[in-house]
């Protein structure tokens, strides 16, 4: 599990730095237009879509951050220090609620992007909008219940004994 956490993280480093490089030669104000093309004035966006596209670097920042910090804790983990175990205990319960939440606000867009729309008039449009949020707090709740078994098993007595604190 560490090895594999160190790999992700360092890959999600590399990744990120990439992506920065890139964000770097694209002006913050001109990405949704290239994106959109020549529909770009008509399109009207959700004011949570148009934020993320607006904050594209920070948000870059923060994934950045996130995986420098599991290398460093799965590099902890991997060296049997406390910290790492401690740290990768919050890292991953704070991936569970981060999920979870996650789920529920993209249950608020669905909900509030079918409403008045072509949700309201087409059932399979509805359909595929119930079947979006089912397959999301699916999703969310497999991955809180893993990350739950995992701390669990990095809770028992057996694996803290192989833990250093120094």
């Known amino acids: 599990m560490a090895w594999i956490s160190l790999v992700l993280g360092a890959m999600g480093v590399a990744s990120g730095m990439l992506q920065a490089l890139l964000l770097l030669g694209v002006p913050a104000d001109g990405l949704l237009p290239q994106l959109l093309g ?43 220090r406390e910290w790492g175990r401690l740290g990768f205990i919050a890292v ?11 789920a529920a606000l993209f249950g608020k867009l669905l909900a509030a992007s079918g409403t008045g729309t072509l949700a309201d008039a087409d059932p399979l449009v509805r359909s595929l909008l119930s079947a979006m949020q089912a397959v999301m707090w699916g999703g969310a709740l497999m991955v809180a219940v893993l990350h739950g078994a995992i701390i669990w098993k990095l809770c028992t007595l057996a694996i803290r004994k192989e833990f250093r604190s120094t």
């Open 92 to 102: 991953l319960g704070g991936g569970a609620l981060l999920g979870l939440v996650a």
């Open 38 to 80: 020549p529909m770009g004035a008509e399109v009207v966006l959700p004011p949570m879509l148009l934020w993320v596209f607006e904050h594209l670097q920070l948000l870059n920042f923060l994934s950045l951050l996130s995986s420098a910090l599991v290398t460093w804790l799965s590099w902890g983990l991997l060296q049997r």
